[in-house]
């Protein structure tokens, strides 16, 4: 019978302190030196990590009852709105909020890494007032101690690979994916590849609802498949997706998190992001998994998108591998164009270390997920439609 | 060995980093041209903004075997008009706060800004840095600044 092993025993190894455990790049070296069958024996799980910005990440935050209370309607922190259009004193604050009076030098993600930095927040609330929640105004510092609650949750995290930004027009251009000089003088990416947690788990085959995770420095959990979750775009011979694919919802305590991990950012004439240290260890339950994890850059394909094209499908020029980004230069159409990347490597691989750490300290355990993610779906587009054509696309497809 | 060899070398010839302003009128004039031929100052252009009838900008490293042969060029430049300031600033970086994302290696077109590829560190080479600034625009982290 072919080679095993549960989660359970994994769990008990790292009990024991005899568990082994590789980041998803250690592993690579690992196979090749003691080969493939004795390090599928010898490794339990392997570490992946990322480090990006991920815009769509933002947190819940629960402030107290002041006295009198207040039903808070509208919230700023340090002048950035959140959402509050939940229970009196409930909050949302999204990465990519701006601030009314600093605009784009200061946003959500600013409050969020200023709260994880135990730095104190301006809080002001105003209201309409109530019998039960007279106030109607408030003014006051909070700090992440001071709250009930406060837990990061990212609709979309994790991209599983994701696609390279170049500029065919005459003009720089100011995206996401950074400042594009014009006529192709440039081109970024944006994945940590061979150590993304995704790219390692192709299938979604042990990353799932419920698994733990590291999240921001602290041990979090995948709460939902992220939004835009779509595993079925076209993949490689080796089932690797060829350009944005799998997403994570993720959660995690604000309260336990580590400034290092949890970074804002500003893309000139962009906005505000945030960058995210995330990393998802993979059990080695089976020989298939393993073979999963022996994924490296040149292994993962990728599509080069003219950003310069503002419309919802851009054209691609090209297919690309991570190897040969990482090089420094791509060809495309017949032209060597300069790369670089807008993810930390050097902070994917620290968060992989550190996952392996947390591992052999018997800090972490590995967890079953409860419900496998969605594998056969795809992203639907918003069309512009009256009334008549909704009905009638309902009916069709009921 | 060589290292040394090659720094004792540099000491000999005197250099200096400046940037150059010419009015509309001289940007049609071959005036590097000259500085080379009539004063003997070796002219090692890091950045150049020159386009007619505007304003144009040079940033420049001038070397020549002794200092006062350097000061005769600079004043020919001076006597046409060309404002001359020296390059004291220069780019630094908030290490402590860097992320090495290595978003402000994609701008920098002078090659001064890479990513180690081992190490996958930024690395910042003044040496070739051409004070564009490119790189404190592309920077998500805000931690490339300039120093005067």
Sequence with gaps: ?398 | MKKTAKKAERRQIFRKRVMLTFSQKLVGQPVMYRLIKEYDVAVNILFAKVLPNETGKLVVEFSASDEKRLNKGINFLKSLGVRIEPISKEIVRDEENCIDCGACTSVCRSGALSIDRKSFELVFDQEKCVLCEMCIHACPMKVINISF
């Design chain 1, 1 to 398: 019978m072919a080679f095993e092993r549960s989660i359970e025993e994994i769990n008990e190894k790292i009990r024991c302190g005899n568990v082994v455990v590789a980041t998803a790049e250690e592993i690579l070296s690992m196979a090749e030196s003691d080969g493939y069958e004795n390090t599928f024996r010898k490794v339990d799980v392997v570490t992946t990590g990322t480090f990006g910005p991920m815009c769509s990440t933002g947190a819940f935050l629960n402030f107290g009852h002041s006295d009198p209370p207040i039903k808070m309607q509208k919230v700023w922190l340090n002048d950035v709105p959140a959402y509050t259009g939940i229970a009196a004193v409930d909050a949302y604050i999204g990465a990519t909020e701006l601030s009314e009076s600093r605009g784009f030098e200061y946003g959500g993600a600013h409050v969020i890494e200023d709260l994880i930095a135990d730095k104190p927040v301006r809080l002001r609330a105003t209201s309409y007032g109530t019998d039960c929640y007279p106030l109607r105004e408030i003014e006051t510092y909070i700090n992440r101690q001071m709250l009930n609650q406060a837990y990061i949750f990212n609709p979309r995290n994790a991209y599983q690979n994701y696609t390279v930004a170049i500029n065919t027009s005459d003009r720089t251009i100011y995206t996401y994916m950074g400042i594009l000089y014009p006529k192709m003088a440039n081109a970024t990416y944006c994945s940590a590849g061979q150590l993304s947690p995704l790219l390692n788990d192709p299938f979604y085959e042990t990353i799932g609802i419920g698994t733990r995770i590291f999240l921001g420095g602290a041990q979090g959990y995948v709460a939902w498949e992220g939004t835009q979750h779509s595993p079925s775009v076209a993949r490689n011979e080796k089932g690797i997706p060829i350009g944005g694919a799998g997403t994570l919802a993720v959660i995690g305590d604000i309260k336990k998190m580590n400034r290092r991990y949890m970074r804002a950012a500003v893309f000139e004439r962009y906005g505000v992001s945030m960058y995210v240290g995330l990393g998802v260890p993979i059990p080695v339950i089976n020989e298939k998994i393993f073979r999963n994890v022996l994924v490296r850059d040149e292994d993962i394909q990728v599509p080069v998108l003219d950003y310069s094209v503002g419309r919802r499908k851009r054209p691609a020029l090209g297919i690309v591998n991570y190897k040969q980004l990482r090089s420094g230069s791509v060809v495309i159409q017949g032209r060597e164009v300069k790369t670089a990347p807008i993810s930390s490597y050097k902070m994917a691989r620290e968060i992989a270390t550190e996952l392996k750490k947390w591992i052999l300290k018997g800090e972490f355990f590995l967890s079953n997920y409860v419900q496998p993610l969605p594998k056969n779906q795809n992203v639907k587009p918003l069309e512009i439609r009256d009334l008549e054509d909704l009905e009638v696309e309902y009916e069709k497809n009921r």
